[in-house]
C-alpha cells in the first residue's frame, strides 16, 4: 500500500510583513483552521430546521462573528497567561456571574463582583 498523498491540495496566502512562507502557514493552520474546525462544530451541533436560505446564512454569519469573539479572547487569555488558570468554558461561566441589573426608574447598577471576576476583568482589560 501506498502512504496518503498530503499534499493532494493546494493553498495560496498572501501576506504584509515580515514572515517567510513557513511562519505564515503555521499561523494560518493555527489560527483560521482551527477556528474554522470550531465553527464547523458549534454549527454541527446544532439542528438547523429552517426554511429560508437567508435564515440559515444569518444563522452563520452570526456563527462567525462568535467565532472571531472566542477567537480574540482566548488570544487574550493567552496573552496574559490565564489560559494556565482557566479553560474559555470555565472562564465564561466566571465571568457568567457578573449581573447587571436594571431599576425601573432607569438606576443601573452590577451585582457583587467576586475576587476572581475583578482579577479576570483587570487582566483582560474589560471594564464593567
Same mark, same amino acid.
Given at each position: 500500500?501506498?502512504?496518503? =498523498?498530503?499534499?493532494?491540495?493546494?493553498?495560496?496566502?498572501? !501576506?504584509?510583513?515580515? !514572515?517567510?512562507?513557513?511562519?505564515?502557514?503555521? %499561523? !494560518?493552520?493555527?489560527?483560521?483552521?482551527?477556528?474554522?474546525?470550531?465553527?464547523? =462544530?458549534?454549527?454541527?451541533? %446544532? =439542528?438547523?430546521?429552517?426554511?429560508?436560505?437567508?435564515?440559515?446564512?444569518?444563522? $452563520?454569519?452570526?456563527?462567525?462573528?462568535?467565532?472571531?469573539?472566542?477567537?480574540? $479572547?482566548?488570544?487574550?487569555?493567552?496573552?496574559?497567561? $490565564?489560559? /494556565?488558570? !482557566?479553560?474559555?468554558? /470555565?472562564?465564561?461561566?466566571?465571568?457568567?456571574?457578573?449581573?447587571?441589573?436594571?431599576?425601573?426608574?432607569?438606576?443601573?447598577? $452590577?451585582?457583587?463582583?467576586?475576587?476572581?471576576?475583578?482579577?479576570?476583568?483587570?487582566?483582560?482589560?474589560?471594564?464593567?
Amino acid at each position: 500500500m501506498e502512504a496518503p =498523498h498530503f499534499s493532494a491540495g493546494r493553498i495560496s496566502l498572501f !501576506y504584509n510583513g515580515d !514572515y517567510d512562507w513557513m511562519d505564515c502557514f503555521s %499561523l !494560518y493552520r493555527d489560527i483560521v483552521e482551527k477556528g474554522f474546525k470550531s465553527l464547523k =462544530h458549534d454549527v454541527e451541533s %446544532l =439542528h438547523l430546521n429552517t426554511n429560508k436560505g437567508s435564515t440559515t446564512r444569518g444563522f $452563520l454569519f452570526i456563527s462567525f462573528i462568535g467565532l472571531i469573539l472566542r477567537m480574540r $479572547l482566548v488570544n487574550r487569555m493567552k496573552e496574559t497567561g $490565564l489560559i /494556565k488558570e !482557566y479553560t474559555l468554558e /470555565k472562564l465564561l461561566l466566571e465571568l457568567e456571574k457578573i449581573k447587571r441589573i436594571e431599576l425601573r426608574n432607569g438606576e443601573i447598577f $452590577l451585582s457583587e463582583v467576586t475576587k476572581r471576576c475583578k482579577n479576570i476583568r483587570n487582566m483582560l482589560g474589560i471594564c464593567a
